[in-house]
């Protein structure tokens, strides 16, 4: 989205830009765009997200001929649309579509002199050099102030929320597992697999005896538990596994294998790797198991699953 939202703001070359100003934005800037009812849901979302990214675009100004003056950041004071109503730049020959370059001349800022005492601030800009053989071009502003040419890794990083990276994050992320295989182990490991017993606590008052059996075994209460790996049938899927990778000391839980895969789940060594592989495959297998049983009511023999 903030890839977007920079070709738009940056008039990249595509004719999906080209697009946007022709039906969105009729040569507006993007950020003074109000979001009607009847706004579309995607243009809606780009939208919405403004004002998560708007404080890290700035504008470097060349000539001046594309920043807009009240909505770009090309000053620290900016948005200057914080200061000047639309209709006080219409009185003075101004308006939504000026640019930087109308109120600069001899590389002095030619401000309405009636503004002098309402807006100083506007007088106290620091003056810019214009350079007409240069155009304006958009930065991404990152902590500390400083300013690179927008990619959306350097977006990425600037937005994101970083946490501490938790202890079990070696087993579940790893480059020789298979992507599907890493995001259901990192549901499980977070615990928020779509389970039964959570569906009940969503829809508490619609919960009811046939929801809560599993799937797999029609005994037990579908939980994180049962399923990894306290239900007979997940069990002796773990159990075969757990033979043939010579994991036998393992114990039949969750818990345990992922205590006993922690302090290995850095290495390289093949056993391990396979070993980390085979896990995560199993337990997507098995969460697919209990997909297909619910949703399109399809059984597959144990056997077919322990090979
Ligand atoms: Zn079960």
């Not at 106290?124 to 990152?142: E, G, M, R, S």
């Not at 182990?185 to 606590?201: E, V």
């Not at 075969?240 to 992922?258: A, F, H, T, Y």
């Not at 060594?269 to 070993?275: A, G, Q, T």
Request: glycine residues 2%; proline residues 4%.
């Amino acid at each position: 989205m903030a890839f977007h939202i920079y070709s738009i703001i940056s008039k990249r070359k595509s004719l999906w830009v080209e697009w946007v100003y022709l039906h969105h934005l009729r040569e507006r800037s993007l950020w003074d765009i109000p979001i009607q009812n009847n706004t579309c849901w995607s243009w809606r979302k780009l939208l919405q997200i403004r004002p998560i990214v708007r404080n890290f675009f700035v504008s470097k100004i060349g000539n001046g001929e594309s920043t807009f003056l009240w909505y770009n950041n090309w000053s620290e004071h900016c948005p200057l649309s914080s200061y000047v109503t639309t209709r006080q730049m219409n009185r003075e020959g101004l308006s939504i579509y000026s640019k930087v370059a109308d109120v600069i001349q001899d590389n002095r800022w030619i401000w309405p002199d009636a503004w002098r005492d309402i807006f100083p601030i506007l007088f106290q800009l620091n003056p810019i050099t214009i350079d007409p053989h240069k155009v304006d071009t958009i930065l991404w502003k990152k902590q500390g102030d400083s300013m690179e040419p927008f990619s959306t890794k350097v977006a990425w990083d600037s937005i994101r929320r970083t946490g501490q990276r938790v202890d079990w994050y070696n087993m579940v992320w790893s480059s020789f597992t298979i992507p599907r295989h890493s995001f259901l182990m990192w549901l499980i490991c977070r615990r928020k697999l779509a389970t039964q017993d959570r569906i009940q606590q969503w829809y508490n008052a619609m919960g009811n005896a046939n929801m809560m059996c599993c799937l797999l075994c029609n005994r037990g209460l579908e939980t994180h538990e049962h399923l990894f790996f306290e239900c007979p049938y997940s069990n002796q899927i773990w159990v075969s596994l757990r033979r043939k990778m010579d994991m036998n000391q393992i114990d039949g839980n969750w818990e345990d294998v992922v205590t006993w895969v922690l302090p290995h789940a850095k290495s390289k060594r093949l056993i391990w790797v396979i070993r980390k592989l085979e896990i995560a495959a199993m337990a997507y297998f098995v969460w697919q198991e209990i997909n297909a049983r619910f949703f399109n009511n399809q059984l597959r023999r144990l056997r077919s699953l322990k090979s």
